[in-house]
C-alpha cells in the first residue's frame, strides 16, 4: 500500500511515525513548506515531493490530510480525482463549502473518506460507549464534558501565533480545532436537536478567534448535555460525566480511568485504561485500512465528519447571534 501525507507539521508527523511503526506500505510525504518536508525526510527516511500535483501523480492509495481545516477540501478534492481513498483530521473543514461535492464524488468512486475523530479509537472512550449502549446506566438524562490546555502548550516548538488555531480565516479557534468533545458526546448520546453556545476571546493570548465557548445542547432523546472548551487553561483537563437513570459514568483521559458508579450499591467501579497517547492514532489507522480492504463504512466517515461540522459551525452561529439554534 502507498500512502502520502500531506502537511508535516505536528499531526502529520504523528501519523507518519505510526504509519511507519505498523508496517502500512511505502509512506510520502508532501509539504508546502519544503523545510517540514525535510524534517521528516531526514528522521523518517523517506520520499518527499517539492509540488503537490507530483506527489499525487505516485498513484497513492490513501492520501492524509494534515494540513489547516480551510484547505481540507480543496486537497482532498485533488486526492479523489486521483483515485485515492481520503484520511482528514479533523475538523472536516471550517465550512460547509463542497463539502457535500467531496461526499459525492468519493461515493461515485467507491472510496472512502475518513475523518481524524481518534478519540471515538480510545481505549477508555469505546469502554463508555460499549457500557453505555448496553445500558449500564440505564437511560441518559445528562452528561457533561470539558476540554482545555494552554494553547501555546499544544505545540510547545511552534509559535503558536503562526498556528492555524489562532487564525480564524484557517479554521481555528477552540470550537473548531476543540471538536473532539461535539464528536464524542454526539457517538455517545445522540444526535442533538438544538444548541446554544456562549464563546469569546478572554484571554491575554495574540489570537483572533474565540479561546473560551460553553456549549449547551439537547439530544433527540431528550438528554441535556454542557461542553466547556479552552485553550487558556494551566494544566491539562479532559473529561466526560454521563449521568443516567441507572448509574454515573465518569471518563478521564489524563487519568486513564473509567469510573463507574451504581446507587444500589453506592461504591464506584474503577477501570484504568493504561493505553498510550499513540494507541488510538495507531487504532483509527488500522480501522482505515480494514475498512478499505473489506470494503466497509468507517466509524468516522465523511457523514459523520460532516455532521459534527455542522454542529460546531451551529455553536458559533449560536455565539455570534446570541440565540439557541435549531439542527
Given at each position: ?30 509539504d ?8 521528516v ?40 480525482n ?68 494552554y494553547?501555546p ?70 438528554a ?104
Amino acid at each position: 500500500m502507498k500512502i502520502l501525507v500531506i502537511g508535516c507539521g505536528s499531526i502529520g508527523e504523528r501519523h507518519i511515525k505510526n504509519l511507519q511503526k505498523i508496517s502500512a506500505g511505502e509512506i510520502l510525504a508532501y509539504d508546502e513548506y519544503i523545510q517540514r518536508a525535510i524534517l521528516v525526510q531526514e528522521r523518517y527516511k523517506m520520499k518527499i515531493f517539492k509540488d503537490l500535483k507530483e506527489a499525487l501523480n505516485q498513484n497513492p492509495d490513501i492520501v492524509f490530510v494534515c494540513t489547516p481545516p480551510s484547505s481540507h477540501i480543496e486537497i482532498a478534492l485533488e486526492a479523489i480525482n486521483a483515485n485515492a481513498h481520503v484520511f482528514i483530521e479533523k475538523p472536516l473543514s471550517h465550512n460547509l463549502d463542497k463539502v457535500d461535492d467531496l461526499i459525492k464524488k468519493a461515493n461515485e468512486k467507491n472510496l472512502i473518506i475518513f475523518v481524524g475523530y481518534n478519540f471515538r479509537y480510545q481505549k477508555g472512550m469505546k469502554l463508555v460507549k460499549k457500557y453505555i449502549d448496553e445500558g449500564k446506566i440505564g437511560k441518559i438524562i445528562t452528561a457533561r464534558a470539558e476540554f482545555g490546555q494552554y494553547l501555546p502548550d499544544w505545540r510547545p516548538w511552534q509559535d503558536y501565533k503562526k498556528s492555524y488555531t489562532a487564525k480564524k480565516e484557517l479554521g481555528g479557534g477552540i470550537i473548531l480545532d476543540g471538536s473532539h468533545e461535539l464528536d464524542y458526546i454526539r457517538w455517545l448520546i445522540g444526535e442533538p436537536e438544538n444548541i446554544f453556545c456562549i464563546a469569546d476571546k478572554l484571554s491575554n493570548l495574540e489570537v483572533e478567534t474565540e479561546d473560551v465557548a460553553d456549549i449547551i445542547l439537547k439530544s433527540q432523546n431528550g438528554a441535556i448535555c454542557s461542553i466547556h472548551m479552552d485553550f487558556v487553561r494551566p494544566e491539562y483537563s479532559r473529561y466526560c460525566e454521563i449521568i443516567g437513570e441507572k448509574g454515573i459514568i465518569y471518563w478521564d483521559y489524563e487519568e486513564k480511568i473509567i469510573k463507574i458508579y451504581y446507587p444500589e450499591t453506592k461504591n464506584w467501579d474503577i477501570i484504568e485504561t493504561s493505553d498510550e497517547t499513540d494507541d488510538m492514532y495507531i487504532n483509527e489507522i488500522k480501522h482505515l485500512i480494514k475498512c478499505i480492504k473489506n470494503k466497509e463504512k468507517p466509524l468516522t466517515d465523511g457523514i459523520e465528519g460532516k455532521k459534527t461540522l455542522e454542529l460546531a459551525l451551529a455553536a458559533l452561529k449560536s455565539a455570534e447571534s446570541q440565540k439557541l439554534v435549531k439542527l
